[in-house]
Every structure is written in structure tokens, then in C-alpha cells.
């Protein structure tokens, strides 16, 4: 799986344990099928921010994400939360729940949708809708993952 996700590597050579961080955002759309992520989103431990943020801002592809308000939301109250209550164990590595980014898609304007269907050929709630109607969350690696995590799955085109 680790082959799967862009800049995932580099993330790993900083040797963060990997229940220290959660990764979001589109880093989930290559285990999906959904496309190739871009830059590797992800939100690392508070107590491990003043550690690495120097590092990591100066490799390319790596964004870290600290105190976002797109993920102090559903009952979670920060980064450690989300973390530690808010994401789900995908073959060792911890993803946060997708309707975190199911919200953040949905509430992107139609014009940004329309750029990323130039630049990749398709619109990601083409491949999102596919994904959730043909059933695939329900399949390995996604069989424990409960469904409540998705969020709405339906997707406007």
C-alpha cells in the first residue's frame, strides 16, 4: 500500500512512528482507486510539531496541517483528537475519517471542480460516485471501517 500513496516515503524517512500522524485529504483516493494524490496532506501530533515542522516544510510534497478548522468538526476538538479518535488503521497507517474531506469536497465551489476535471481527465465525485455505488467501502481494505466514517455518499456532479 505504502507504494500507492505519493510522498508517503519521504514522510516515513523523518522516522515519525505512524500512530503519530494521520494522513488526509486526497491521500486516500489511491487505496480508493479514485487518482494519484498530488502532495501528501497530513496532520502530525502536537508535541511533535516543534520537532519536525522545519523539516518538513522543506520537502516538497509533504503539507502539514495544523489546527485546521476543517477538522474541528463532528465532536472532534484538534489535531491530537483526530488523531487519536477520528481516523481509522488502513494496513498501519492511520487515514482520518473521510467525511472530513467528503465536507471539504462539497463545499468547494463548481469552478474548482471543473479545474480538477480538466487537469485529471474526470471529476473526483465521478470516481467517488462509482466507488460508493458499486459498494467498494464495504470491500478489504475498508471491511472495518464503519460506515458512519464516509459520511454523505451521495455526490453531485
Known amino acids: 500500500m505504502?507504494?500507492?500513496?505519493?510522498?508517503?516515503?519521504?514522510?516515513?524517512?523523518?522516522?515519525?512512528?505512524?500512530?503519530?500522524?494521520t494522513l488526509i485529504q486526497s491521500a486516500l483516493f489511491p487505496i480508493?482507486?479514485?487518482r494519484q494524490n498530488g502532495d501528501?496532506?497530513?496532520?502530525?501530533e502536537s508535541s511533535l510539531v516543534p520537532i519536525y515542522k522545519e523539516k518538513i516544510?522543506?520537502?516538497?510534497?509533504?503539507?502539514?496541517?495544523?489546527?485546521?478548522?476543517?477538522y474541528k468538526q463532528f465532536g472532534c476538538t484538534g489535531d491530537d483528537d483526530l488523531i487519536k479518535n477520528y481516523s481509522m488503521d488502513i494496513n498501519?497507517?492511520?487515514?482520518?475519517?473521510?467525511?472530513?474531506?467528503?465536507?471539504i469536497l462539497r463545499n468547494r465551489s463548481f469552478r474548482v471542480r471543473r479545474?480538477?476535471?480538466?487537469?485529471?481527465?474526470?471529476?473526483?465525485?465521478e470516481k467517488l460516485k462509482i466507488f460508493f455505488d458499486s459498494n467498494k467501502h464495504l470491500q478489504y481494505p475498508?471491511?472495518?471501517?464503519?460506515i458512519n466514517?464516509?459520511?454523505n455518499l451521495t455526490f453531485p456532479m
Open 2 to 21: 505504502e507504494y500507492k500513496i505519493k510522498h508517503l516515503d519521504k514522510l516515513l524517512k523523518l522516522g515519525i512512528p505512524k500512530d503519530k500522524f
Open 92 to 103: 498501519g497507517f492511520r487515514f482520518c475519517y473521510f467525511k472530513f474531506y467528503n465536507r
Open 32 to 34: 480508493m482507486n479514485i
Open 40 to 44: 501528501l496532506d497530513f496532520i502530525l
Open 142 to 146: 475498508f471491511t472495518n471501517i464503519p
Open 115 to 125: 479545474e480538477k476535471k480538466k487537469k485529471y481527465g474526470f471529476c473526483d465525485y
Open 57 to 70: 516544510l522543506k520537502i516538497k510534497g509533504l503539507n502539514i496541517k495544523i489546527n485546521n478548522n476543517n
Open 149 to 151: 466514517t464516509w459520511g
